[in-house]
């Protein structure tokens, strides 16, 4: 039977690691690579890497780093690959598939896109037919008014074309090999994820579909796992406060008879860099 996946999530803003709140409130949390090589000690099944940052400036002006002090992404993503002892799934300002070409060249095994999709849903398709559909990762990102749910683009603008089922079969139906299904009014809240939502894309889909948003407990990644038919779970703060995290998570969950790999910690050596 196929493993559910536990996924970190690590958002890279104008250099540095941040937590997020609502995809609006960013608080930085340490240097693009650090957090890599911890999440690989404790097993991570994958790794998804965004880059939110509204500029291309990556200098994070400090040089009493040990890690190197990167002023592209380029450069950052090659940093990431060396200590990313697991798949690596990289997102943001892909425009073209020059941009998934450089991603995938420079050491990421998948990419996600978002707004391109929107904007262009034949990029899908190019992109899926070029690279294959296992690499390309959609990344849908839900926000609820009124109680009807919206799926909005990263400039912060909602859709009224589709609704979020709607949107999810047709990315399916171009190409993508995955979805990456994001709450905004759930991001940091630590309350939970939204069980509804969900349901409301996977009922509907027949690729893999990755829920985030909410995660505030190792309960919160069992209920998702036991109400929904996703086929990973994926958070971002949580794993950045907790020691250990990914290895307690899987430990929970294998405990509750959730078809996890076996929890285990692993041994990673630190990089030199050039």
Not at 21 to 27: C, D, E, G, I, T
Not at 39 to 68: C, V
Not at 116 to 128: D, K, L, T, W
């Amino acid at each position: 039977m196929k493993k559910k996946r536990i996924i970190p999530v690590l958002l890279l803003n104008n250099g540095w690691v941040v937590q997020s709140k609502l995809f609006s409130q960013y608080r930085n949390l340490g240097n693009p690579t650090a957090s890599v090589e911890r999440l690989s000690d404790w097993a991570s099944d994958e790794l998804i890497y965004l880059d939110i940052s509204k500029g291309d400036n990556y200098n994070m002006g400090r040089t009493d780093l040990i890690d190197p002090n990167r002023d592209n992404i380029v450069d950052i993503i090659n940093d990431i690959s060396k200590v990313a002892f697991m798949p690596l799934t990289f997102g943001g300002k892909i425009r073209n598939i020059n941009d998934i070409e450089i991603r995938l060249r420079s050491g990421a095994d998948k990419v996600s896109i978002n707004t391109i999709a929107i904007e262009n849903p034949n990029f899908i398709n190019e992109a899926a037919t070029i690279f294959g559909s296992q690499c390309i990762v959609v990344s849908i990102d839900i926000k609820k008014i009124n109680d009807k749910y919206y799926v909005s683009k990263k400039d912060g603008s909602y859709i009224d074309k589709y609704t979020p089922n709607e949107w999810a079969n047709l990315v399916q139906d171009y190409g993508a090999g995955e979805i990456f299904l994001n709450s905004i009014d759930c991001d940091g809240m630590k309350n939970g994820f939204d069980i509804d939502m969900i349901n409301t894309v996977t009922k509907n889909v027949n690729i893999p579909v990755i829920a985030c948003g909410g995660a505030g407990e190792w309960d919160h990644f069992l209920d998702v796992f036991q109400q929904t038919n996703v086929d990973a779970v994926a958070a971002a703060n949580i794993f950045q406060h907790v020691d250990q995290s990914v290895f307690l998570a899987k430990k929970y969950l294998h405990e509750n008879k959730i078809n996890v790999r076996e929890p285990k910690l692993l041994s990673t050596k630190k990089i030199n860099y050039e």
